[in-house]
Antibody, heavy 122, light 108 residues
Framework: EVQLVESGGGLVQPGGSLRLSCAASGFTFSSYWMHWVRQAPGKGLVWVSR????????SYADSVKGRFTISRDNAKNTLYLQMNSLRAEDTAVYYC???????????????WGQGTLVTVSS | EIVLTQSPGTLSLSPGERATLSCRAS???????LAWYQQKPGQAPRLLIY???SRATGIPDRFSGSGSGTDFTLTISRLEPEDFAVYYCQQYGSSFWTFGQGTKVEIK
């Protein structure tokens, strides 16, 4: 079964740091781009960051650029998100998602992890 | 950055009715990179449609997607009780991924 399981969320003070992990199983992790997407309470989905299959290329939403770092360990089938200088507006459920594709050139997010809640508050 | 605008914000319908959800892009989007997701409370999003019109594995045929360029539509032909949820469109282009703000389909 293809599965993604996030961990590492919790309560952190403004200005603090947190590292999220996403453990992948059931597929060849090293063959896929991976992403983080977040959802503030009661709000919609917002793309945060992506990393290519070998970790050599990354990109970020403007709202987190310079504060968050995405990385991966293909030997451990694990995706990470290092979050520094956290702000109240970073409070959200953070999902990891696989960027899948087919031979027709179509691409999509699937599967998604169950999400991990990050709360930034004093 | 391409902005996706979904309408309506909320759709109030009864089981058995037809639901038509719209997703409009601020500039042309590749159909290959236009997808729809369903999200129920407390759950992760689930892929419904990819490539603007292809159903994902296990998705019932009452769900269909159409459109091209800047205008895309998700249609649910006959609403089942389990279809009441929030639906998001999503696109990829110019190294950025964006989602629409969502359409909530609620029971009338």
């Amino acid at each position: 079964e293809v599965q993604l399981v996030e961990s590492g969320g919790g309560l952190v003070q403004p200005g603090g740091s947190l590292r999220l992990s996403c453990a992948a199983s059931g597929f060849t992790f090293s063959s896929y781009w991976m992403h983080w997407v977040r959802q503030a309470p009661g709000k919609g989905l917002v793309w945060v960051s992506r990393i290519n299959s070998d970790g050599s290329s990354t990109s970020y939403a403007d709202s987190v650029k310079g504060r968050f770092t995405i990385s991966r360990d293909n030997a451990k089938n694990t995706l990470y998100l290092q979050m520094n200088s956290l702000r109240a507006e970073d409070t959200a459920v953070y999902y990891c998602a696989r960027w899948g594709h087919d031979y027709g050139g179509n691409a999509w997010f699937d599967p998604w992890g169950q999400g991990t809640l990050v709360t930034v508050s004093s | 950055e391409i902005v996706l605008t979904q309408s309506p914000g909320t759709l109030s319908l009864s089981p058995g009715e037809r639901a038509t959800l719209s997703c409009r892009a601020s500039q042309s989007v590749s159909s290959s990179y236009l997808a729809w997701y369903q999200q129920k409370p407390g759950q992760a999003p689930r892929l419904l449609i990819y490539g603007a019109s292809s159903r994902a594995t296990g998705i019932p045929d009452r769900f269909s997607g159409s459109g091209s360029g800047t205008d895309f539509t998700l249609t649910i032909s006959r609403l089942e009780p389990e279809d009441f949820a929030v639906y998001y469109c999503q696109q990829y282009g110019s190294s950025f991924w964006t989602f629409g703000q969502g359409t909530k389909v609620e029971i009338k």
